[in-house]
């Protein structure tokens, strides 16, 4: 229930507020004079404060004052007489949530407290989502409109403000850092460290003191203590991408920190604990992994608590356009080519490509074009000879002119595909293409201007 802070130098009311509210369950606490009152305030949380407004040396007005100062949050109730209901009235436009005239009414007492602590409960909520908006708005963005992607911002919006472990899958190159990081971001950790460790580019004699830290001559070349990316993570998050590959010791130790949180530094005997979250990425099923032995099992538990897969691009085609404008832009600006932008007809052979290297490789390969770029768009003679290569290879038995269409292309990529390669084939005459489309050229303009808008 509620803490509601009395403030009266009448006795007798005050002690029969305290019985009224006590009774219906609120938590009470009283005092005879505002600085009394005012040192409550500033030990703990008050949700409600009913003040008399005439007082010795503080009055009511002073104690909204400092109220609203120190804590804002709080609902301040004016007691008041007859003779300064109107003082009371004034006060309000500074703040007051309501005020009583005596002699207060018990019906009248606990209605008013009521709505003043629905009205604190809101304004908690209220303020609570503007930061939650705020820290969103600052989340690393997972770029897609694809129905899996719109999946997967609602279930790291969801989990974020836990502080279970979760495994990210997916091909290598899908963007499991940047969901990892979204997670940080959006949780209590956020002010907190991030710390990222590769686990497959760590050789196995390293990876022990990579995470756990080491003393002082614990092997050859240790000439100072150090601390391990565990330490280090202390009050964040930590991120093991490609958790699969450790070596079966060292899966060991792991399991040792995440079920209790302590580790010792290689060569050291005191026993250390962090408080961390910890969020791992693979790039193959580890479920399968332990089938096979090469993983631990009860690991593997700890580890999945909460799963995300992250679906390749090749799955995801309609999300291709939102990363190559996004990447576009991105380079055009840390390359000095501002304006630069990319034309149908590369975007429609990034379309038909398969990406093996998922987003990493639309990013690479996308930076490399605009470096090569000569005018103000990147176009198909801009993109890398292997991808054009293999997009004329699997158009080869199209007819002239045609477009293709791999198995389970959404309506929505079918239509932009056939208007882009329209588009291109009557050099950008809009309305030559809305002809030939049978629709209206405000039609080709719409659907363009939707195409351009910037990713999520």
Not at 171 to 183: L, P, S, Y
Not at 241 to 253: I, L, T
Not at 377 to 390: F, K, R, S
Request: proline share 5%.
């Amino acid at each position: 229930m509620p803490t509601v802070l009395v403030i009266d130098d009448d006795s007798s009311l005050r002690i029969a507020i305290q019985k009224i509210l006590r009774k219906a369950g609120y938590r009470v606490l009283a005092a005879a004079e505002g600085e009394t009152g005012l040192a409550f305030l500033s030990q703990e949380p008050v949700d409600i404060v009913l003040t008399d407004l005439k007082m010795e040396g503080l009055s009511g007005l002073d104690v909204l004052r400092a109220v609203r100062e120190s804590a804002p949050l709080s609902q301040v109730v004016l007691i008041t007489a007859h003779g300064t209901v109107e003082d009371a009235v004034a006060a309000m436009k500074d703040g007051a949530y309501d005020f009583l005239v005596k002699p207060v009414e018990r019906p009248q007492l606990l209605s008013t407290v009521q709505r003043a602590a629905e009205r604190r409960s809101l304004e908690v909520e209220n303020r609570a989502l503007r930061a939650r908006v705020g820290e969103a708005e600052a989340a690393p963005p997972i770029i897609g409109s694809s129905p899996r992607i719109a999946e997967i911002r609602n279930t790291v919006a969801t989990i974020a403000p836990s502080d279970a472990t979760v495994l990210i899958e997916g091909e290598t190159g899908t963007g499991k850092e940047v969901v990892a990081r979204a997670i940080h971001t959006l949780s209590a950790r956020r002010r907190g460290p991030f710390v990222v460790v590769n686990c497959a580019a760590l050789p196995d004699t390293l990876m022990e003191a990579e995470l756990f830290g080491h003393e002082k001559g614990a092997f050859t070349g240790a000439e100072a203590q150090r601390k391990g990316r565990f330490e280090l993570a202390n009050g964040g998050t930590i991120f093991l991408d490609e958790v699969g590959e450790m070596r079966p010791d060292a899966q060991a130790k792991l399991l040792r920190v995440l079920q209790s949180g302590e580790f010792e530094r290689l060569g050291g005997a005191e026993t250390l604990r962090t408080d961390v979250r910890t969020l791992a990425a693979s790039n193959r099923e580890l479920r399968a992994a332990v089938e096979d032995g090469a993983f631990r099992e009860d690991l593997f538990y700890r580890l999945s608590v909460l799963r995300i897969a992250v679906p390749p691009l090749r799955q995801r085609r309609q999300d291709i356009p939102l990363f190559a404008h996004h990447f576009v832009q991105l380079y055009a600006h840390r390359n000095a080519k501002p304006g630069l932008r990319l034309s149908a007809g590369a975007l429609d052979v990034l379309g038909r490509y398969s990406w093996p290297g998922n987003v990493r490789e639309l990013e690479n390969a996308l930076e490399a074009s605009v470096v090569m770029a000569q005018g103000d768009t990147v176009t198909e003679e801009d993109l890398l000879p292997h991808i054009t290569g293999a997009v004329g290879s699997i158009g080869a038995e199209e007819r002239p002119g045609g477009v293709f269409i791999p198995v389970g292309t959404s309506m929505a990529e079918v239509e932009r595909s056939v208007l882009l390669r329209t588009l291109d084939h009557f050099g950008g005459d809009k309305e030559a293409a809305a002809r030939a489309l049978g629709i209206s050229s405000r039609t080709i303009y719409r659907k363009l201007s939707e195409e351009a808008e910037p990713p999520a």
